[in-house]
């Protein structure tokens, strides 16, 4: 257990670095350099979106999706053996929860390289077809981003949940869990609005990691 933790702990701080990433991509390099402004318009846009195919900013951030995606389900299969003895059904969701979340943001980084990588090949080969196959792997890619956003909130907030129920965490984290809820659930209702995550998240993780350290190694 003590080992899964240290795992655990290195996850979350490597989930703040990830997320740190994607801020730096969407709050700057995007708009400055690639002309994203509006996320409801222009990552629909195929003609910027072939323009920016293998920028440092989407190579960035398909890798930070891959890592953030295998760290998400280490963490909560910690979080889910240390919340076993007292809460057996809210660690099971909360292994459930981050590993939909991990799926889907193992998927879009997926979609970002090896996909893209893909989706090159068969531009080449069929190129009257161009435009669709990057309408079909921006369809997929958005789909399960969505998947992604949605277990992550959903994972949140089983954290909180589980947090304050054993006086694990503060109740200002467990506040904090619950307000990370919120994008999950607005990204089904307006994708667009689910991806506020980004800007929300990074303190989370980081107090959760932080807070991961003084831990007991078992539960």
Same mark, same amino acid.
């Given at each position: 257990?003590?080992?899964?933790? #240290?795992? +655990? =702990?290195? +996850?979350? !701080?490597?989930?703040?670095?990830?997320? *740190?990433?994607?801020?730096?991509? &969407? *709050?700057? *390099?995007?708009? =400055?350099?690639? &002309? !994203?402004? $509006? +996320?409801? #318009? $222009?990552? #629909?846009?195929?003609a910027k979106i072939e323009n920016a195919q293998w920028s440092f900013s989407f190579l960035s951030s398909g890798i930070a999706h891959i890592v953030v995606g295998f760290s998400?389900?280490?963490?909560?299969? /910690?979080?889910?053996?240390? /919340?076993?003895? +007292?809460?057996p059904i809210g660690s099971k969701l909360t292994f459930i929860a981050a590993m939909l979340s991990g799926l889907g943001f193992l998927f879009t980084g997926i979609s970002d390289i090896p996909g893209t990588v893909y989706g090159e090949l068969l531009r080449k080969q069929n190129p009257d077809y161009n435009t669709d196959v990057l309408l079909m792997v921006t369809i997929f890619r958005g789909m399960v981003n969505i998947l992604a956003i949605v277990g992550l909130g959903w994972f949140a907030g089983q954290v909180a949940w589980c947090g304050r129920k054993t006086k694990t965490f503060h109740w200002l984290f467990s506040l904090f869990g619950y307000i990370n809820v919120l994008p999950g659930i607005a990204s089904l209702v307006f994708p667009p609005i689910g991806f506020a995550y980004i800007q929300l998240l990074p303190l989370w993780m980081l107090w959760l990691g932080l807070r991961l350290r003084q831990l007991p190694g078992s539960s």
């Open positions: 257990m003590k080992q899964l933790k #240290t795992a +655990a =702990t290195i +996850a979350a !701080f490597l989930i703040v670095v990830g997320m *740190l990433i994607h801020n730096l991509n &969407g *709050l700057y *390099l995007e708009p =400055t350099y690639l &002309g !994203f402004e $509006d +996320a409801a #318009t $222009d990552y #629909t846009n195929m998400l389900m280490i963490l909560g299969l /910690f979080l889910s053996e240390y /919340f076993s003895k +007292a809460l």
